[in-house]
């Protein structure tokens, strides 16, 4: 069992960044790929962003590509959302998952945090 608990969302103004953190336990971090997802108010949760396990593979949403970047760490069992030029459309629970195969864009992770608020404010 893999648990995941996400970190640093808040309340931005438009143009601000942020960065959100993701801590995994309960299992090799190194075998997990990782992935960011987010759900606005009355929307369906929608894939943000994937890491591969090494880290040298990655993938976004076109909305954010440029403007978001996801890492890891796999010494210290955390994957990171660094958030730039934000807008209010991004304002939505933000979720950390990990998946025991491969980077994926799909909702099919293994394992998801309990989300984190980011509102930005126009």
């Known amino acids: 069992q893999v648990q995941l608990v996400e970190s640093g969302g808040g309340l931005v103004q438009a143009g601000d960044s942020l960065r959100l953190s993701c801590a995994a336990s309960g299992s090799t971090f190194s075998g997990l790929a990782m992935g960011w997802f987010r759900q606005a108010p009355g929307k369906e949760r929608q894939f943000v962003a994937a890491?591969?396990?090494?880290?040298?593979?990655?993938s976004y949403t076109n909305s954010v590509r440029g403007r978001f970047t996801i890492s890891r760490d796999n010494a210290k069992n955390m994957v990171y959302l660094q958030m730039s030029s934000l807008k209010p459309e991004d304002t939505a629970v933000y979720y950390c998952?990990?998946?025991?195969?491969?980077?994926?864009?799909?909702?099919?992770?293994?394992?998801w945090g309990q989300g984190t608020q980011v509102t930005v404010s126009s």
């Open positions: 998952a990990a998946d025991r195969s491969f980077i994926r864009t799909n909702e099919n992770y293994d394992y």
């Open positions: 890491i591969s396990r090494s880290g040298g593979s990655t």
